[in-house]
């Protein structure tokens, strides 16, 4: 059975949607497949040992980087040079960071592993009349490659990326340069969706959009919750649950 967790919810909220803006990175595309499978190109480019550990270790060390590009502690164009040095350094392993980061963004453009659900939602919520917007942090013509690569770019009137927005979620000034393509669109009419509690649900939320929580882990939705208050209108543990919502 299918349990879809509902805070706050307003009444008449989704009567009001027009338009749904959907996060890309482990939404749509499962991220942590594309990364995995690059590290260990990367690795055996470099001549250095893979084990599928070590990529616990860029996990934590791409979440920190990002979470400081969203606290604007650091830029995209850091993220191109102390990604991979933090990686390796935590690994106590040489090589070039810059080349390996270089490599890595290549092969991430060649690999789009589709979330489950994720065309049949796009599918659904195109049919129903959404106007459909991807939202992501990251850089614009990968994001785009990868989407295309899914065959999911069809489903999208817009694709709005920090990249060429710049800004970064949940900064207002990214959902500010969204909405200035969208004429006649009010915050309250849109829904954000996406994993990031953070980046998609805070950034949502602040700027006064309907928000809809993407969370497969049960673990580490009560791991979440407990270090935070601030929710979504909803909370979903898969894609096709919002056949439910919308």
Known sequence: MVIIKKIKRKPDMNDKIKVLFLDIDNTLLDFDAAAAWAMEQCFQKAGLSYIPEMYTVFTEENNKIWHRIERKELTMDDLFYVRWQAI??????????????????????????????????????NKKGYCLCAASNGPYNQQIRR??????????????????????????????????????????????????LTADITGGRSYGMSTCWYLPSMDKYKEETAKSEKLADYVIHELLELKNIL
């Open 88 to 125: 390796l350094k935590r690994l106590a392993l040489t090589a070039n960071g810059v080349e390996m980061e270089k490599e890595f963004r290549m092969l991430l453009n060649l690999s789009a592993v589709p979330i489950d659900g994720a065309e049949e939602i796009l599918a659904y919520l």
């Open 147 to 196: 989407l295309k690569k899914a065959d999911m770019l069809k489903y999208f009137t817009h694709c709005f990326v920090s990249e060429k927005i710049g800004a970064d979620k949940p900064s207002r000034q990214f959902f500010d340069g969204c909405l200035n393509e969208l004429p006649g669109i009010r915050p309250e009419e849109c829904m954000m969706i996406g994993d990031s």
